[in-house]
């Protein structure tokens, strides 16, 4: 498959990260990017930047907590590290032959040994994650970096917010040393703004005061090859590049969402192409939010309610039990509501990854976007009641 290599960028941030200058000691502390969902982040770290900083020498361990947003965050990264640490007891691994190739070490047929059993990590009694990362950079002697993609999901449950700590405890124990042969990097990206800032500026939480960026979405450079691709393989319907980087920004500068705009506009007249594109791409906006939303309807209607006063507030939501919630509830299903039926319905939003928990008692909407697109049709209806000022917080 092809891809829209932005090599310059990654290794920009491989450099930053692995040979930092005075001024980037700081990512050091951990570097969180937060960029909206189906951007590309994904795709940028696993086609650009892991494999420059594979190619820098650093040993990479990838997880992302979407992958199954049901399993419990602390268990993913536990097996995203086991895996890689089993990697390097593997002669035939990629992983040790790129450390063999570019560090140069003398590593026996049989790969290399820790001290300790990996199906202990992660189990009561077993290495902490310090003590195990640890061990792997002074045999490995290189970096090691690890990349928890929508690390907000880590804020759910006791159990990730636990591994978190456990992270930091490890880079507290690898990076300050004078002569340590490698480093322990942190790497985290979500696609909920807010809450992954959040995570580096509130002090409760284990990376407060890490550096935070917004993730570098595509832009014109991306639309032209996308364009100059499409002409390649013959079609026909071809909007002039401004009229088409409008349409990307209207899409969320999404690059799976542009695709399909122009797929639907090879159907139309080849002549019209500037006029139609912004009305596809109006119309396919809608459209994503119309997927997601519709799962809260499909929840009922005390769903809608709970998730109205979720989206309606500019920052995390509280009281979602409070009296004067289930009040609020009863008024729009017309019954009483319990605080256990809330509790329930809530749950089944959590598994929709329509809402996330960030903390105990605490929500807020999983895709800014899908709560951009509520907003935008409550605008439309008239002013919705705003929630009493104690049920909500603020990042």
Same mark, same amino acid.
């Given at each position: 498959m092809d891809f829209f290599r932005r090599t310059a960028l990654a290794e920009q941030m491989a450099t930053q990260l692995l040979r930092p200058g005075f001024l980037d000691q700081g990512l050091r502390s951990g570097l969180f990017l937060s960029g909206l969902r189906r951007t590309g982040k994904t795709t940028?770290? #696993?086609?650009?930047?892991?494999? $420059? *900083?594979?190619? &820098?020498? =650093?040993? $990479?361990?990838? !997880?992302? *907590?979407?992958? %199954?947003t049901k399993a419990d965050p602390a268990t993913l990264i536990h097996a995203a590290i086991r895996k890689a640490l089993a990697d390097l007891q593997t002669p035939a691994s990629g992983a040790l032959g790129r450390l063999k190739r570019l560090k140069g070490l003398d590593i026996g047929a049989a790969g290399l040994r820790f001290g300790f059993q990996l199906a202990d990590l992660g189990a009561r009694g077993g290495p902490t994650l310090a003590q195990a990362l640890t061990e792997v950079v002074d045999l490995a002697k290189?970096? $090691? !970096?690890?990349?928890?993609?929508? !690390? #907000? #999901? =880590?804020?759910?449950?006791?159990?990730? @917010? #636990? &591994?978190?700590? =456990?992270?930091?405890? @490890?880079?507290?124990?690898?990076n300050p040393r004078p002569n340590t042969p490698g480093h322990f990097i942190f790497i985290g990206t979500g696609s909920h703004r807010a809450q992954v800032v959040g995570m580096t500026l509130q002090g409760k939480h284990a990376f407060a005061g @890490?550096?935070? $960026?917004?993730?570098?979405? *595509?832009?014109? %450079?991306? !639309?032209?090859?996308v364009l100059k691709g499409i002409a390649s393989e013959g079609a026909k319907a071809l909007p002039s590049l401004p009229v088409a980087v409008e349409a990307f920004n209207t899409l969320g500068r999404r690059p799976e969402e542009l695709t399909k705009a122009l797929r639907q506009l090879q159907h139309q007249n080849p002549q019209e192409a500037d006029h139609l594109l912004p009305v596809i791409a109006a119309t396919l906006k809608s459209a994503a939010a119309d997927v997601e939303l519709r799962k809260v309807e499909d929840l009922g209607v005390l769903a809608g309610a709970i998730f109205a006063r979720i989206a309606r507030a500019d920052g995390d939501v509280t009281g979602l039990f409070a009296a004067d919630a289930l009040s609020e509830y009863a008024t729009i299903v017309g019954r009483d509501v319990t605080a256990d039926q809330v509790q329930r319905i809530s749950e089944e939003l959590r598994d929709a990854n329509i809402i996330m928990r960030k903390g105990h008692g605490v929500y807020a909407v999983t895709d800014p976007f899908v709560q951009g697109a509520?907003?935008?049709?409550?605008? *439309?209806l008239g002013p919705a009641p705003k929630p009493p000022a104690a049920s909500e917080g603020s990042i």
């Open positions: 940028f770290l #696993q086609q650009d930047l892991i494999p $420059v *900083l594979e190619a &820098m020498g =650093a040993l $990479v361990i990838y !997880v992302d *907590l979407w992958a %199954d290189t970096d $090691v !970096v690890l990349i928890v993609d929508e !690390v #907000q #999901q =880590a804020l759910a449950g006791d159990d990730g @917010a #636990q &591994m978190l700590l =456990a992270i930091k405890a @490890a880079r507290d124990a690898i @890490a550096s935070t $960026v917004d993730y570098p979405t *595509l832009g014109e %450079d991306f !639309v032209d090859y509520w907003r935008e049709r409550r605008a *439309l």
